[in-house]
């Protein structure tokens, strides 16, 4: 079975400041998909970046980018530049063939 | 184009009544999904639509949760009766065919409290 697993449960960073989020997951798969979804207060979960395992290059979407390790079975993700609104819980998941397993998430406070 | 519309956004009830959650996905999306996501943990899926058809319920209680996806569109989550631990949000979630299909887009959710 598939397991990931967020070993932070919670995380704090300054504001303009750079933090990194662990995740590592558990598959016997060569192809699948790793994703980081942020879940504000509000409670409505979006994607932050997404990772084909195929792909050799880490994902980067503006501020937020990953470091994947596929041999490790790791994906961090990284956030520069940490800004107010990026205080969430974040969660790391992994998508093989069509489920979407989570992990327990981390929960980010940004500090002014 | 709109969100994964859902509702209630709350709903509290009494142990062994029966609550019913309705979700709207995003048009055209082929796939709808609903989540349970209990305090402090990350969402469990619980039954996977495509279409009209039930790709995966292993995770579901059958004994008391139940779902359906009428014409291929809209989507009801009812538990009946309620129990204590059935207390969680309630995410809906919907994604379109290939090769979009493995980004899902989640709904504000519905949070249950049994008392």
């Known amino acids: 079975a598939q397991t990931v697993t967020q070993s932070q449960p919670e995380m704090s960073v300054q504001e303009a400041e750079t933090v990194t989020l662990s995740c590592t997951y558990d598959?016997?798969?060569?192809?699948?998909?790793l994703f980081w979804y942020k879940q504000p207060p509000s409670r409505q979960m979006i994607l932050v970046i997404r990772?084909?395992?195929?792909?050799?290059q880490n994902a980067t979407e503006n501020r937020f980018s990953v470091n994947f390790q596929k041999a490790a079975k790791s994906f961090s993700l990284k956030i520069s530049d940490s800004q107010l609104g990026d205080a969430a819980m974040y969660f790391c998941?992994?998508?093989?063939?069509?489920?979407?397993?989570f992990g327990k998430g981390t929960k980010l406070t940004v500090n002014p | 184009e709109a969100g994964v519309a859902q509702s209630p956004r709350y709903k509290i009830i009494e142990k062994r009544q029966s609550v019913a959650f309705w979700c709207n996905p995003i048009?055209?999306?082929?796939?709808l999904y609903w989540y349970q996501q209990i305090l402090g943990q990350g969402p469990k899926l619980l039954i996977q639509?495509?279409?009209?058809?039930?790709?995966?319920d292993s995770q579901l209680p059958k004994d008391r949760f139940s779902a359906e996806r009428l014409k291929g569109v809209d989507s009801t989550l009812k538990i009946q009766p309620a129990k204590l631990e059935d207390s969680a949000v309630y995410l809906c979630?919907?994604?379109?065919?290939?090769?979009?299909?493995?980004?899902?887009?989640f709904g504000a959710g519905s949070r249950l409290t049994v008392l």
């Open positions: 990772q084909e395992a195929y792909k050799q």
């Open positions: 998941a992994y998508r093989r063939p069509r489920k979407l397993v």
């Open positions: 639509f495509q279409n009209n058809g039930v790709v995966d």
């Open positions: 048009s055209g999306h082929a796939t």
């Open positions: 979630a919907s994604s379109p065919e290939p090769p979009g299909a493995n980004v899902l887009t």
């Open positions: 598959t016997s798969e060569s192809d699948y998909y």
